[in-house]
């Protein structure tokens, strides 16, 4: 099971952008997909961004036309570029990596907080 830690996240103002990481300890290239969630105080997790190993990517709701996922196989490295960030998108980031092997476990990072306050 690979490691995965987020970085990236703080306070930044309306309107701002923000690229949050997630570093894997071992390889992505063998993940069927990884994906960034939030979770807003007392809600349940959502998906925001997910990208697969082809490279193609998925996004949910608000985050479509405003975030960026990609990744850097060379690095273990996910990405999302986040612009034109609202208070609504405040919340803890986290990073998820799903194996390709069926009987491997998912993989997921301890979080970032992403704050959006003027």
């Known amino acids: 099971q690979v490691r995965l830690v987020e970085s990236g996240g703080a306070l930044v103002q309306p309107g701002g952008s923000l690229r949050l990481s997630c570093e894997a300890s071992g390889s992505i290239s063998s993940m069927s997909y990884m994906a960034w969630y939030r979770q807003l105080p007392g809600k349940q997790r959502g998906l925001v961004a997910r990208?697969?190993?082809?490279?193609?990517?998925t996004y949910e709701g608000s985050a479509k036309g405003r975030f960026t996922v990609s990744k850097d196989d060379a690095k273990n490295t996910m990405y999302l570029q986040m612009n034109t960030l609202k208070p609504d998108d405040t919340a803890v980031y986290y990073c998820?990596?799903?194996?390709?092997?069926?009987?491997?476990?998912?993989?997921w990072g301890q979080g970032t907080q992403v704050t959006v306050s003027s």
């Open positions: 998820h990596a799903r194996p390709t092997l069926i009987t491997a476990p998912d993989s």
């Open positions: 990208i697969l190993a082809d490279g193609s990517t």
